[in-house]
């Protein structure tokens, strides 16, 4: 017992060094020019407020916000002029105001947003309040942008876009800009003689050939620099550019808190240099874009939806600063998963730890994204489920590795049979096989649907481990049916197909394809001696 209190301790100690190490500064000798940034979106929805759902935020609270960013920027870009903005919520709150007004109180430029769709009624009052609110600041509004990737969304065609450009134009005073993706100012640069200024959109990790930090900074100059030749005598203007510190890779764009800092801090440097005028999108994480654009839509903020800065502009970045909670939450499961098996096999003891870092992991993949209900959902199942079967996983190894009888088998056909009963027998074999096809489930999704979709290995990553443990300690599965195999069969041959499409520069898929195929590998290499019991 001694022995086995003290390896715990030491097993402990290097879980701290294992999580440590990854997570030190990094980027501290990328720096960014002094003084604020250009302007940043500001979309003003706190976490649990969406403009899905018509929860928008209270003028308190918009101001709160604008006081935050008068700290680290000029100005402000907004993208629509009725739609979350307080005067839409003043029957609720008996208040009337408008964000241009609070940004004028907290020093704050503005290009003021007008959203055009394609409804015209809508786009008509949109239009008029845009243009009154311009004319009521302004000084405090610099720039009107009529319309945010209109010929994008095909919402209008251009003749429609360039009449409602003109007719704003004619009535405000501030240069008046469109903002679109560059494919579509070069499409239609008949635009370009309607504005002042000729706004894109520059986002290197969505591109349909997704680019690397560096790879995106030099686009971002040729692009530029040609846009100046295209569009002689007009002002070019970087409406959107920025990086996610969240989602999936897309091949070598790879979303990290550290890689966002490196991609602003070198962008900003770039700008200056090259006098290029910009907007960084954006402000703060909006949660409520996950619906539509996966985790990653959801992380392009400099603060995260709670208003925490992510990363200081300058100095060192720490990929995860919250890895000492899960570096003790590895220690004590890890501890947990040992006493378990009475910690009398020592050749356990480092299993136990890696279990216990893995549901680490799970956790740390899982709980900073509960955007919805159904995440919520997700993983008041998932991570229970894991926990339960990283106990059953221990324990059967000990059983194996001491020789003793092992609970009858129970089979694929018998677990889907409890299923349609609503019922989950918490048993190894049972949630063996659950994991195993709804793995092979994912894995459909990413294949057939999988642009907004993450690697889900948080998700499995201590069925991962236990295929890998029954490989050390021999555990061939057995009594197999026509449902492990074809789950197991569909998961590797889906897994081949996912690498194939992701390519090997998105390490985060090869990782996950990687540990699809180990998790399917027992059934398929049990499958020639397969018996029936």
Known sequence: MKKGFLTCVLLSVLTVFLWKAPNQPQAGDVTMPAGKFNSLSYAPYRAWQSPQDKTFPTPEEISQDLALIAGQANGIRTYSSIEGSPAETQARIAAHTDIAGLAQKAGLKMWLGIWLSGTPADNAKEMAAGIAEANAYPDTITRVIVGNEVLLRRDLSVDDLIKDIDQVRAQVKQPVAYADVTDFWKQFPQVGSHVDVVMI?????????PLSVDDALAEIQSTTNAFKAQFPGKQISIGETGWPSRGRWRGPAAPSRVNEAVFLRRFVTLAGQEGVDYNLIEAFDQNWKYEDEGVAGANWGIWNADRVQKFPLNGGVVEHPSWPWYAGLGALMGTLLFAAVGFRNMRLAVPAFALGNGFAIACMGTLPMLYDNWLRLDALVNLPLQAVFAFLVIRRADAVLAGRALPPVMTGAEVLAKLRRLRLPLTYDALWFVFLASAAVFQVMLVFSGRYRDAPLPVFIIPVMAAVLRFWTKDKPSNLGWEELLVANAL?????ADAVMEGAQNLDF????????????????????????
């Open 201 to 209: 959109h520059f986002l290197p990790y969505w591109e349909d050939t």
């Open 492 to 496: 590797a041959v889906l897994a081949l």
């Open 510 to 533: 090869v990782v996950w394809n990687v540990a699809a195929l180990v998790l399917a590998a027992p059934v398929i290499i049990a499958m020639p001696g397969k018996t029936r019991r």
